[in-house]
């Protein structure tokens, strides 16, 4: 697989080295004036399997390692916490791992793991889980046992849950020295405010997590309809699918996915405010966008590239940071999914510069909807976007892994495959339409960190202020 991969930015390489005439030699060509060939790639895909109990399976081989990785996904995640039990969700995947399994104590199976040289992880986001195995060849059988005991009989040792809650607490303590990582804590509370995905995390709720509530929450969503595998490396489509029969093919537990509604856009745009003594300060500001079934995804995709997730070329990283040195960190971010996306600008900047940032990065997101983009912006969106997506397929289990995630999310199996064809054929008028529509400062969440004594100007310059307290 990796072979096949080098074999084509190998070919890239000699389209742009290829020899030329002298007269051309003289030249002075611009990298975006090159031209060659359109590349094609199809990678390969995974083979599905259903289990006898249900659960789906997608095994893609790759013989180049003797190595076999195993990808799980779980139709869990913190947004399935209950109600005054936030940060149940991911204590129970971490203690999952780490707390024994079957007739295995944490400790042994510790031991088991790394005397085998096995890498198991199990986390928690927030629209789901995940889990990943990798292993050895000769050592697939086991791992793919040990495995499928932490997924069907995890001990939850009060020992480990006690360290595992110990550390959630401990790294809420510390994020109040992480400016960035506390204000976008803050911001997605905001965000999804009134939807279980702002439900997050505090000492309060993580002390008061008890064995029966990891317990409890396993039961009810670990369970072959809500459980699926990509088995990918140096394995037989019919031995990964034997051996996964074996280990897991006769897990019966009940259950069905579960889902959450995605959450409520709604008018917002006042400017939330939290004070912290340092001399900078942190500004975010979205809401949210179009979700991978929308119409506009495409087009809001090259549209956050342009405005700031493209890097040193985009608008908001020129003007804001390269032309006035107003940021030390600037841009733009763009996170979707089948159900709902959530659109943001963000820049970390000096106090005395606060207000200029906020107002400057406003004007910014306001052109693109009223003057729309370049044919070189968009030109260059386009090319960049296509260009970095065949490095989404560099192995055989991110193949697999995406393919495995589009049917968790309902989407059509040829998503990825048309994705640079609809890239391309993404417009200015489309860009700026998709601007009108989704670019909406009335719906906006904003919130700012810093020391206000410090600003510029008072942020009620630019609109309503409400002051929040975080809650750690």
């Known amino acids: 697989m990796k072979n096949k991969i080098r074999i084509l930015l190998c070919l890239c390489s000699l389209l742009l080295v290829a020899p030329v005439t002298a007269a051309e030699q003289r030249r002075t060509f611009h990298p975006d004036r090159l031209t060659y060939k359109p590349l094609r790639f199809t990678p390969p895909q995974a083979q599905r399997h259903t289990l006898n109990n249900g659960m789906i399976v997608y095994v893609l081989e790759d013989h180049e390692l003797p190595l076999v990785n195993v990808s799980a996904i779980f139709g869990t995640g913190s947004v399935h916490d209950p109600a005054g039990k936030a940060g149940l969700s991911e204590l129970t995947h971490r203690v999952m791992r780490t707390g024994g399994a079957g007739s295995l104590s944490g400790d042994a199976l510790d031991d088991l793991l790394a005397f085998h040289g096995i890498s198991c992880s199990f986390s928690a986001e927030m629209d789901m889980g995940s889990a ?25 040792a009060e020992d480990k849950l006690q360290i595992a809650k110990d550390l959630s607490i401990e790294g809420l303590r510390s994020i109040r020295d992480n400016p960035p990582g506390y204000a976008f804590r803050e911001f997605r509370k905001l965000l999804y405010r009134d939807n279980p995905r702002g439900n997050l995390y505090t000492a309060l709720s993580v002390k008061g997590l008890q064995r029966s509530d990891l317990i409890d929450f396993h039961q009810r969503f670990f369970h072959p309809q809500a459980v699926m595998l990509a088995i990918t490396g140096d394995v037989t489509t019919t031995e990964a699918i034997r051996l996964a029969g074996r280990y897991l093919g006769d897990w019966q537990a009940p259950g069905r996915p579960e889902t ?15 004070h912290k003594e340092i001399p900078q300060s942190v500004i975010v500001s979205g809401h949210l ?3 991978k079934r929308d119409q506009d995804f495409y087009a809001f995709t090259v549209l956050d590239f342009i405005l700031g997730s493209g890097g040193f070329r985009s608008r908001i990283f020129q003007e804001v940071r390269s032309e006035r040195g107003l940021a030390y960190s600037t841009g733009s971010f763009y996170k979707a999914r089948h159900d709902y996306g959530a659109f943001g600008a963000y820049a970390m900047t000096r106090s005395s510069a606060t207000t200029a940032v906020l ?18 912006e968009l030109s260059w969106a386009k090319k960049s976007i296509n260009n970095s997506f ?3 397929f560099q192995a055989a289990d991110q193949i697999a892994s995406q393919q495995m995630m589009l049917e968790f999310d309902s989407l059509p199996q040829d998503f990825l495959m048309k994705y640079p064809e609809r890239i ?30 410090a600003f510029d100007a008072p942020l009620s310059t630019l609109g309503e202020v409400i002051r929040i307290e975080g809650d750690l």
Do not use: M
Request: glycine share 6%; net charge positive.
């Open 289 to 291: 966008a179009p979700s």
């Open 359 to 376: 107002a400057l990065l406003r004007d910014l997101i306001k052109d693109v909807k009223t003057k729309g983009v370049t044919k070189e």
């Open 260 to 274: 959450t509604p995605p959450p409520a856009g709604r008018k917002n745009g006042a400017i939330h405010y939290l």
């Open 424 to 453: 391309d054929r993404v417009t200015a008028e489309d860009l700026q339409r998709t601007a009108g529509r989704c670019l909406n400062r009335e719906k906006a969440v904003t919130l700012v960190l810093g020391d206000e004594k």
């Open 132 to 156: 990943h195995l990798s292993v050895l060849k000769q050592d697939f059988e086991l791992g793919l046992d040990i495995f499928s005991r932490i997924l069907r009989q995890p001990r939850f």
């Open 390 to 392: 065949i490095f989404s």
